[in-house]
């Protein structure tokens, strides 16, 4: 005979059993939300449904704030979580990063602002006066920008 971790009460009939403890059915519940469980997680030694699992485990995404989901894609530039999708440009034109980037001042720039502003990024990014894009003879040569694979 079994009794329930939860209530200790005799468990008679269909229990459940996680990481050695049994439960009777309706005693198994997520421990933050209170929602009965059948698939859990487990966290800091706490049974936990999906969704508080990705609150209490996940990472947040620094620029949406949003969790990242379990199986969900996401990477880490420059110390910060990001959903493939909110990884964009800091430049003028803010579109989606899919390729090669640079990092300027903790500012994540694609190639074509990069090259279209070349060293007068600077400018743009202390917005201290509007900055035309240079002509394709004039941009000069990078000089201490590594660029940023993924």
Avoid: W
Avoid at 102 to 120: A, H, L, P, T, W
């Amino acid at each position: 005979m079994y009794s329930c971790y939860e209530c200790n009460e005799v468990i008679n009939g269909q229990f459940t059993t996680a990481n050695g403890r049994s439960f009777h059915p309706q005693c198994f519940k997520c421990e933050s939300c209170k929602c009965n469980l059948t698939n859990f997680f487990t966290h800091n030694g706490r049974f936990l449904c999906s969704n508080c699992f990705s609150e209490a485990a996940l990472p947040r995404c620094s620029n949406c704030n949003k969790v990242t989901k379990i199986g969900e894609n996401y990477m880490t530039v420059n110390g910060k979580v990001l959903h493939r999708e909110c990884f964009r440009c800091e430049g003028p034109c803010q579109s989606p990063i899919n390729g090669r980037f640079f990092s300027i001042r903790s500012k994540n720039v694609c190639q074509n602002c990069y090259s279209k502003y070349g060293d007068d990024f600077e400018k743009f990014l202390k917005k201290e006066e509007p900055v035309e894009p240079k002509k394709e003879a004039e941009i000069k040569p990078m000089i201490n920008r590594v660029p940023i694979y993924f």
